[in-house]
């Protein structure tokens, strides 16, 4: 004789399955957000408001723009950072991740290098705010833990 469970066992089984597969999958951006040290890098604008996406703005590092490693592999791939005048710049690619920080930790098997902080999601009245902000130069605040995760905390005028 088999013993099935009961409706509501199977429902709250299933629930809690996918609060865990939540918590999986904004993990690295929390875990910047909660345990990360502060870090600011100039940002420019990338592209305005997705009508799809909702109000965001797409954001571009100009001092993170080295070429990405050309070794012919893809997959992880950490950007390590140093200060230079007050802010963040890109130092070097590498495949292992470095022993000493800070670094970012990011993917490149799309057609981007991804490092989670290329966009910004705002209300939507602050949106067209911050992008005309953007326009002429701004610091990014990040937050990155020691795994190399990173998020975006603010974004201001220099």
């Given amino acids: 004789m088999t013993r099935s ?40 604008p990338l592209d305005p408001i997705d009508p799809f996406r909702g109000a965001y703005v797409a954001l571009d590092y100009p001092d993170l723009r080295l070429d990405a490693p050309d070794d012919g592999e893809s997959g992880d791939a950490y950007l390590a950072l140093v200060e230079e005048d007050g802010v963040w710049v890109g130092d070097r690619w590498t495949r292992t991740r470095p022993a000493q920080g800070p670094y970012l930790a990011c993917d490149d098997r799309s057609w981007q290098v991804r490092c989670g902080i290329e966009s910004w999601f705002l209300p939507q009245d602050r949106a067209r705010e911050v992008e005309d902000q953007l326009r002429d130069g701004a610091l990014a605040e990040l937050r990155i833990d020691s795994r190399g995760n990173a998020t975006v905390v603010d974004v201001r005028a220099p």
């Fill in 5 to 44: 469970l009961s409706p509501t066992l199977t429902t709250a089984v299933v629930a809690v399955c996918q609060l865990a597969l939540v918590g999986v999958a904004v993990a690295p951006q929390l875990s910047a957000r909660v345990a990360g040290d502060s870090y600011v890098v100039r940002v420019a």
